[in-house]
């Protein structure tokens, strides 16, 4: 199929990879009903040809960024949350493979420093914020909060709140100031995008078998994988009540199936596209004043090879 017809056609498919995985209100939402192992329109077979697809993706997500940063209007906030080994590091890198590296910033949250754990709870993310024109990725972030410290709440006690505030109210009320501090950035100019990797214990196995098999794969292997890995039923538990509290139309949740890493990576490319055609980007336009400029340079450019003298 000549190149060009294939990525129109990749372009038309973006709402059947992303419409059913989208979720803008959360409060029916089920995590049963999502299949870590769905490959969407597609069959197994069509892996090759999802690769492909993937590449167009690929150079439609830079072209479109190139705009993004000369506009310098919005930014754009891709969140990235899943258990261990569900292919978050393998996403990012993939599908922001063709982004200019100047216009966007990758950032890890891992467990929070002294200095972290004696502010409120979103002040490591505050900093992070992509600025305008930018893109910003988050692997993990400030829903750690509602996950990880849900269920060990021995990290709870750690944060230094006031006793009185810690209430059986604290995870409805983390999800309120999550809500407002979203809709807070999205009135600011910018987007946001959540994405939960979906993987099923079943394949988490698998690659942690892979990654203790494989010496090159060791470093990724931690005890503290296997030991969340025990507490399955709590995380997907705290999985689904963040995303039937936290899922809106303007910072909606992708649940993205993650058995099959070809296909998550699909989803996620057409989802960050679709968030970027919804910006209506275009390089900005000069004015005629500008253009009388650049006409003026580029004549003498062209004659002696010297740019005019500055006037100010
Ligand atoms: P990798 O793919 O390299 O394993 P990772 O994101 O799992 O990446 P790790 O250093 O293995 O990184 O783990 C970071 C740990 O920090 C995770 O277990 C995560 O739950 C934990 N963490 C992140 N944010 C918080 C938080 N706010 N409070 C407590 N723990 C947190
Ligand atoms: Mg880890």
Known sequence: MPKNSLAKRARKRIPSFIAPYRIDRGKKFRLKDVDPSDTGPLESEQKQESRDVLQHGVAELSRLQEMLYAQDRWGLLLIFQAMDAAGKDGTIKHVLSGVNPQGCEVRSFKQPSTEELDHDFLWRACRAIPERGRIGIFNRSYYEEVLVVRTHPELLARQHMPSSLVTRDIWKERFDDINA????????????????????????????????????????????????????????????????????????????????????????????????????????????????????????????????????
């Open 181 to 312: 501090y979203e809709r807070y950035l999205t009135r600011n100019g910018i987007a946001i995008r959540k994405f939960f990797l979906h993987v099923s214990k079943k394949e988490q196995k698998r690659r942690f078998l892979e990654r203790i098999d494989d010496p090159n794969k060791n470093w990724k292997f931690s005890m503290a994988d296997a030991r969340e890995r025990d507490r399955w039923n709590d995380y997907m538990a705290a999985y689904e009540d963040m995303i039937r509290h936290t899922a809106t139309p303007h910072a909606p949740w992708f649940v993205v199936p993650a058995d099959n890493k070809w296909f998550t990576r699909l989803v996620v490319a057409a989802a960050v596209i679709d968030a970027l055609d919804e910006m209506d980007l275009s390089f900005p336009k000069v004015d005629a004043a500008k253009r009388r400029e650049l006409r003026s340079v580029r004549a003498l450019l062209e004659k002696n090879g010297k740019a005019p003298k500055r006037t100010r």
